[in-house]
């Protein structure tokens, strides 16, 4: 399979959407969290721990963590919406340094998704970099699933990526909003404007310190 080519402008968005800044990650992000909803604990950038199983959770953040700290992480394999929330007060001590949080992102996280994000749009690396990016980001915050009413436009998106028509790409994600209230997401809302726009922006032509490979 061949590897997604993304850009570093669209990896820096990524890290924005969901840490916002390194000062925001130290105060508020830097303990376990519980988003909410069907969500799980959820540390470093986005890891969420109800996604992922004990083995590979181990596998991610052994030596980047203490072991003490790993251990408690691991309860939380798998749980999700309550019962993810209500292991929120057995982890508050639990540290995750954002260097450390960075290291998976980059080494461990970002690679896996790169393949899911393949699996679910085939042809997606025949994109420019920069759609390639934000399809990645969408992938990693929605998922690879396709059917039912809320994943419409995830479906809608596969055969445009296969015709390389960006903006009927954009036009779909912005057309997700419809799934979240503005009031109480509105952060989702920009998340999706902002990937519309940079899918609907992508360069034609990188230099080669502005693209890598995943």
Do not use: C
């Amino acid at each position: 399979m061949t590897d997604l080519t993304v850009s570093l402008l669209g990896l820096n968005q990524i890290v924005q959407f969901e840490i916002s800044s390194e000062a925001f990650y130290n105060q508020r992000l830097s303990n376990p969290t519980y988003p909410g909803g069907s969500s799980g604990v959820t540390v470093g950038i986005g890891y969420d721990l109800g996604y992922n199983t004990q083995a590979t959770i181990k596998s991610d953040w052994q030596n980047q963590i203490s072991d003490k700290d790993l251990t408690r992480l691991l309860e939380a394999a798998g749980k999700k919406g309550k019962d993810a929330k209500d292991l929120i007060p057995g982890l508050i001590q639990v540290k995750v340094p954002l260097a450390a949080a960075k290291q998976v992102f980059y080494k461990s996280t970002l690679p896996r998704y790169a393949r899911n994000t393949q699996q679910v749009f085939p042809e997606v690396e025949n994109l420019l970099a920069d759609a390639q990016t934000m399809l990645l980001s969408l992938v990693f915050n929605r998922g690879t699933a396709i059917e039912g009413d809320r994943r419409r436009e995830m479906k809608a998106i596969k055969p445009l990526v296969k015709r390389a028509d960006l903006r009927g790409i954009a036009e779909e994600i912005r057309s997700m909003k419809r799934l979240w209230n503005i009031n109480e997401l509105p952060g989702l809302h920009i998340r999706r404007d902002k990937e519309a726009e940079l899918i609907e922006s992508a360069r034609t032509t990188y230099s080669s310190n502005e693209i890598t490979k995943i």
